[in-house]
């Protein structure tokens, strides 16, 4: 059992990570939450998304890179939002979008 955040970052970690993906899969803010609990890949997946939009940020923020560096972020990005996705999806509660009828 692996803590892939220090104690002492752990909660603003956590709150980080949930906020990455809680601003893509709003409808699904409750399981989200579950499943950070119960799985910890599932942890581990909100809180790569988390490091990636932020490594974006910096990329984005700088002159210096190049536009490849923003690619590769990027595509990261999209295919954790993507595992995600399929994860939420598997246990039933996120629905295809904001708004679908029940």
């Not at 990455?20 to 809180?47: K, N, W």
């Not at 984005?60 to 295919?79: A, G, H």
């Not at 246990?91 to 295809?96: D, E, T, Y």
Request: include cysteine.
């Amino acid at each position: 059992m692996g803590a892939a955040m220090t104690r002492i970052n752990d909660l603003r970690g956590k709150e980080q990570a949930f906020s990455s993906v809680a601003r893509r899969f709003p409808q699904a803010e409750f399981t989200i939450r579950r499943l950070m609990r119960m799985s910890e890949d599932f942890y581990d997946l909100c809180g790569e998304l988390a490091e990636a939009e932020h490594a974006l940020a910096q990329v984005l923020q700088s002159v210096k890179q190049p536009e490849e560096r923003e690619r590769e972020w990027q595509e990261l990005i999209n295919c954790l939002v993507v595992e995600i996705g399929e994860a939420l999806a598997e246990h039933g509660r996120c629905k295809p979008g904001p708004g679908s009828p029940d």
